[in-house]
């Protein structure tokens, strides 16, 4: 069993950069594929970002591609999402998970096995 805790969430004005953290216990980090999920106020959940267990294969949504990267530290149990040039539109509750996988690397929300509580990120105009 997983357990996910992000963190770095804040409120930020457009074109600002944050950076989220993922920090995970509970099992072997490098065993499974990460991704970032976010969801506005009245919208559906929708992806982000993906990354392989050994950081290897990255996916992200074209809405942020250019503007957020996503990475990893298995030696920190710790996955990341550099976000820059932010704008109004990012305004959301931004989620991480797992999947217990290493190579699976998917936009399906229905794939992830398990999920952190989410952080709040603010873009102001």
């Known amino acids: 069993q997983v357990q996910l805790v992000e963190s770095g969430g804040g409120l930020v004005q457009a074109g600002g950069s944050l950076r989220l953290s993922c920090t995970a216990s509970?099992?072997?980090?490098?065993?499974?594929?990460t991704g970032w999920f976010r969801q506005a106020p009245g919208k559906e959940r929708e992806f982000v970002a993906a990354?392989?267990?050994?950081?290897?294969?990255?996916a992200c949504a074209d809405s942020v591609k250019g503007r957020f990267t996503i990475s990893r530290d298995n030696a920190k149990n710790t996955m990341y999402l550099q976000m820059n040039s932010l704008t109004p539109e990012d305004t959301a509750v931004y989620y991480c998970?797992?999947?217990?996988?290493?190579?699976?690397?998917?936009?399906?929300?229905?794939?992830?096995?398990?999920w952190g509580q989410g952080t709040q990120v603010t873009v102001s105009s």
């Open positions: 998970a797992a999947v217990g996988s290493p190579s699976t690397v998917t936009v399906r929300t229905g794939r992830y096995d398990y």
């Open positions: 509970g099992g072997t980090f490098s065993n499974y594929a």
């Open positions: 990354i392989s267990g050994s950081g290897g294969r990255t």
